[in-house]
């Protein structure tokens, strides 16, 4: 049985070999044959040539990340920690990146398309921190090449852009985001570049854009780690990277699609501070699935007088197509939520407050 395209130009020399002997004294069969063995030859140089370059990008890739300076640490993560602003990168790195970025724009949908399903793959454990619809419906990967070309676009002046940084802090830090998880996004959207670009990414290339993605991680660690510690602060608050208990203490039906959950935390402490506006991210995990990422819901009134927070959810129906399916975990809520269960909760975060709409 053949494995690949030696093998199976093998067992054709092999068939062909057969079939002469078969054919030798038919003249137009023997031409329909050697017709047939040159289409099959054909595609065998075709699969072999595309084996060759999918084993060539792949090489690419490793050996890229294995140059000096290039390949992302955790150590490294940890020193971009007190990360400025307005720190420059070096003028020859932003010649290279301002010289290539035009190909990287061009190229950035296929860039990005590429990057998550090769990070899933290389660091299936991220799968906890993605909702998999929106990577179904096209609108993280969306983000993250928006992100990217608004981010080089004012890598000198990042200062400009914290709005934008402080909304993505707040999701990030709601989801328990980490210094080391930027090391997985430098290393898999690297990977990414060198696989689309191919032999464009020189080593000046490749280290001009590792810096970009370094420089922009330091911004964003430094960023959340200001959301992470100021959350923390706050009364009854505790810090973003952790979970914490809680229990349905009361379920309340508002309207046929709407139900309201009222939570408390298990050890009997009090209920976070939070700004109106702010949402908490609810671990429940409705599938089989070992990685399922959180859901964000807003608090939706003041603290109870026992203490309790409560969280509002619209049941989400699919289409009638099936080609959105139903919401997994807002039906889960309105179909199985019971009082006394238990939900794995992080702290409030999110910027629809009035401190940020109307600073």
Known sequence: VPHGPHDRCTNAILLLRISWCRCSKHPCALQSLLIDTR??????????????????RVALTSSLLARPGIGFSYGLSRQLHGHNLHKKLPEDVLSVVHATAPVVAENVNKIV???????FQNNPEVLAFFNQSNQVHGRQPHALAQSVLAAVGHLNNMEEIMPALTLIGHKHCALGIKPEHYGIVHDNFLGAVAEVLGDA????????????????????????????????????????YESKEFGISRIVEETPTVRSLYLKPSDGGPSPNYTPGQYV????????????APRHYTISAPLHIDGSLRVTVRRIRGSTDAATPDGMVSNWIHNEAQLGDKIQVRPPFGI????????
């Open 281 to 292: 991210s609810l671990h429940i995990n409705p599938t089989e699935q070992p990685l399922f």
């Open 352 to 359: 629809f407050t009035r401190e940020y709409l109307h600073p």
């Open 39 to 56: 289409k099959a030859a054909l595609h065998l140089r075709r699969m072999s040539l595309a084996a060759a370059s999918r084993s060539a």
């Open 113 to 119: 398309g590429t990057f998550y399903p090769r990070m």
């Open 201 to 240: 990414v020189t080593d000046e290339v490749a280290g001009a854009w590792s810096a970009v993605l370094m420089h922009v991680a330091g911004a964003c660690i430094d960023v959340e780690e200001q959301i992470y510690r100021e959350a923390a602060a706050r009364p009854g608050n505790w810090h973003g």
